[in-house]
């Protein structure tokens, strides 16, 4: 994540698409996303969009991705 926050900064970047998004973990995802969304907000973009393209079938798209499944300050742990 630290080369896209490069990017957001460097290039001036509004947003990033995640191409195949499915094919990452929940956790990353939901880690990406935050980590982006409050380094952009720091720097003024408080419109800054994480989107991710998902070819799926219509439960797996259903699923909420807003909610880590871990700490991030400890990974190993799973949050209950």
Do not use: C
């Amino acid at each position: 994540t630290e080369l896209h926050k490069y990017w957001v900064a460097y290039a001036d970047i509004d947003g990033f698409r995640l191409d195949a998004a499915k094919h990452v973990t929940k956790d990353f995802l939901a880690f990406f996303s935050t980590e982006l969304r409050t380094y952009a907000d720091k720097l003024g973009k408080e419109n800054f969009m994480v989107l991710g393209e998902v070819a799926a079938t219509a439960d797996w798209v259903a699923q909420a991705l807003g909610r880590m499944e871990t700490d991030p300050a400890h990974p190993w742990h799973r949050n209950a």
